[in-house]
């Protein structure tokens, strides 16, 4: 990558401030960034950096006034923090994109069809009817199963699994080691305590615009006909399990390790801890927050931000903990009371 | 799959109430099915549904009196679930058996033994002196290491890995990224605060009928002629954690993100949910049930349910945290009571 | 392998009672072993197993004098337990380190070095400019991204995936199905409560003498430049997940399913159990100490041992459960003290 100050400034629609021709190679931080670097400026505690930045230009809010002098050129904008992710973005494309091409030896079944610009890496498997869109890349060691269906400008990293009747919109982003479409854990108890495998025989549908974590796992639906589904812009962390049937509404956002049971349904813009637990068969409400390692254990409501195991109110929680941390003290407290009370001259009369 | 509803019958020893030619091509909910579906019927509460499924047939128990119209011929059988999970079970082999035969390039080392009817997917790697027997599925990126064995009618997917020495028996199905056999997590601390890394030499042992999640981890026994342990029939759900030595009993089923640590034994018929913590070196008694998110730190009694960190029984734990929920509220209360108490004339007085 | 006990002796720096020229094959626990191997002895309580051990030497210490006739030959060392460790290793090396050559067909990009000794194992895909050290393996489905670095005598073990731009020391062990380096979860929330994905720039810096869990994940710094770090000695156990920018100090140790989020820094020497969360942005100072399962929410002090979420002392966690298992009691034992009090003649006349 190498453009220009002015390049840039109107890739982001922003006014430059300095040397317009000055050459940009880099993005970096404007504590750490060197010449030749760009960076940003948008929280204020950040400002005394930018009076002895090392970076070539700084993309700074429109309303912004130095108190000091500068050494660094500025692009002014509405919002650095956003026009910087444009740029993060943008490099991205550049580096990962150079990726296409088939390497070989890689695998591809019968009657599976590719789109343009597409990379297949090396060891990489394709089933038979599958269908992958353009620009699609599938990294070494991917498994993409039969009747498998992939979006454009979507990414497999290397290792994934996809298994048969997979559905993955377009450009998400699926991490490596991550399975999707496993069985789900469903078992028929017997009259002799062992249990009969229940096959399953639904898929996985993930909409668009999702990123899910490396290791992350996602189950099939039981019934034929039936999906897991992810709703567009749903981000999942990484070492997620998602069981059998779990829907996840739109630009919900799920942390590290945590685990949703079967038939759970997941509303829209929820943003869920790391290591939560969900029960099975609940509904978790639009905009419902789920702190850390909670255990969501019934139906929530919309908005609510809970915590604790089984889940509550996350001030309760608080509250309740604040006081279990002087439980010792609270008994020690009750006892001389208690002792007190027995020992009154007037409640020993009254007895 | 195209059967007749009699065909069924027959295959299920159960009695057709109705078109015995009709002709079953699928599978599906009461609710949902399609015209050429079969479905059951065994909970009660969906009896309404039966009135107006669009299946073809429905297995339905022996002792079912329709209080109206049917639409659809039945199957009538003692157990209709279970009759369904069979139903199940032979669509399922017929879909996932039409694997077989061997796909280029695909790996095998010196002297490994395979039986017949066994599919090898493109850059599956079979180690050297590894035995497999009839009708198993090797599937694409699955690595099996030197000495491996594997018995009839076992299902390895795609990118499981088996370190060398594992040993699983028949009729198991090993879901993808599932790691069986890597080194315990054992280290001999030195004078200096580092640790040396104690050499894993045992394996990982597994019987019949047991079903292993995705991207579950086994680890190894740490001496030689030691192993690992899952009895007959032992279920894991997705990323469970079982560490070196561990020994899980029969029909027990652990659900996922559960941890067990070193040299743990579980007994048979145990239930543990998901996200639970089995501290090392422990018993867990037959039939002991734990719920989600427990932490286990000593020996269980057989039958024990258990809940909360660490792990108490469930009455208790529900109990305890029912008063937790109101900490705050007993906490005033007893400062009420203190400062009445404190305020008694006759306490005065007393003093 | 097949040595004599005197060579094992003076392998180990130790002295031989016994017959020195009997030959050794095998290692083995004194209560199990068996003719040709040898065991050791270091807890006291195992003592009475040497009196009727079958192995054909055991490892003791300097100072130990035998209460009856022994079967076996003595080396006597400083301590058998280390020395024991120092067997263990070879005999594993001996194993391990069989693994040589290229298998066909593996996968090398443009630019990329090998050194000495190296194994490849069949479809494992080293990209472009990758530095790969002596005597280092790689085994099958191994994915080393661009620019990867591995120092010498480093395992890699089949289906490790490394994104590009990592770098792992010498002496480190990475087991199955590991990803590391992978996009940490960051992203932009927008003004219509979808996120754009902060792509994630920087990469994973491993020290020497690391060992990491089967389906462990680390993902790779945030900016350009920055790192995610593991200084040398530290183990990681299986399914642990490190976010992007995390430090582990020299010699920590982390148990399996552990989470750490974003940015925080842990100090060396530190063991933190499994199951244990630690929130983003916080420091852990050296030689903290974590229970299972503990969710850490602030900085810790230099030698801190806590438990419990959020995380407090554990000691003070212990004291507070040991009352919170008793909560409904003491609560019934507060409801019979406002009985008694608010029942008290005196004090119904002092309203």
Known sequence: ?????????????????????DKIKMLGKIQEAKAGEISFLSNPKYEPHIYDTKATAVIVSKGFSPKKKLNTSLILVDDPYSSFTVLL?????????????????????????????????????IGSNVKIGDNVKIYPHAYVGDNVEIGDNTIINAGVKLYANTKIGHHCVIHSGCVIGSDGFGFAPQ??????????MGNVVIGNYVDIGS???????????DSTKLEDGVKLDNLVQLAHNVKVGKHTVIAAQTGVSGSTTIGKYCVIAGQVGIIGHVNIAD??????????????????????????????????????????????RLKQLEEKVLNLPTFRESE
């Open 287 to 332: 905009k419902t927050s789920i702190g850390a390692q909670a255990g969501v254990s019934k139906d929530t409501a919309s908005g609510s931000k809970l915590w604790g195991t089984p889940a509550i109110d996350v001030m309760k929680y608080q509250r309740s903990y604040a006081v279990y941390k002087n439980l010792p003290d609270l008994n020690f």
């Open 89 to 125: 973005e943008e490099y991205h494309k550049f580096i990962t994109f150079q990726k296409s091409g088939v390497e070989d030896p890689s695998f591809i079944g019968e009657n599976s069809k590719v789109g343009i610009d597409v990379y297949r890496g090396a060891f990489s498997y």
């Open 1 to 21: 990558m190498e453009f220009t100050v002015s390049q840039i400034a109107e890739l982001l629609g922003g006014k430059v401030e300095g040397n317009g021709d």
């Open 191 to 200: 009259a002799d305590g062992s249990y009969k495998t229940i096959p399953q």
């Open 215 to 225: 290791n992350t796992v996602i189950d099939c639906a039981t019934f034929h006909g």
